[in-house]
């Protein structure tokens, strides 16, 4: 079993900053790719970055210069921080993994997700 448990969430203001958290747990031998996506009401989840175990990146144009991904593999971790914040960044964030269990079966992985509010 492989969880996901997302934090930091919560509302913010309009050019002000968030930071949220996702840590990986349960029967891991190795964490690969992590990344957050979102989706706001009425629109489809849509990817906003990811960082390989290695740290390379990848962002959506849309928040390129504004959030930093990042990843702690000691604790299984990946952070964004947000700065520089729209209202249309309002979503919930939802963590994504791929992890090779101790069974050495891979598995990808959602969070629950987390509401993300920016007020203008």
């Not at 629109?43 to 970055?49: G, H, T």
């Not at 210069?65 to 952070?79: E, Q």
């Not at 729209?86 to 050495?104: I, S």
């Amino acid at each position: 079993q492989v969880e996901l448990v997302e934090s930091g969430g919560g509302l913010g203001q309009a050019g002000g900053s968030l930071r949220l958290s996702c840590a990986a747990s349960g029967s891991i031998f190795r964490v690969y790719t992590m990344g957050w996506y979102r989706q706001a009401p009425g629109k489809q989840r849509e990817l906003v970055a990811t960082i390989t175990r290695g740290g390379s990146t990848v962002y959506a144009d849309s928040v390129k210069g504004r959030f930093t991904i990042s990843r702690d593999n000691a604790k299984n971790t990946v952070y964004l921080q947000m700065n520089s914040a729209k209202p249309e960044d309002t979503a919930v964030y939802y963590c994504n993994t791929l992890v090779r269990r101790q069974d050495g079966i891979p598995l990808t992985t959602w969070g629950q997700g987390t509401q993300v509010t920016v007020s203008s």
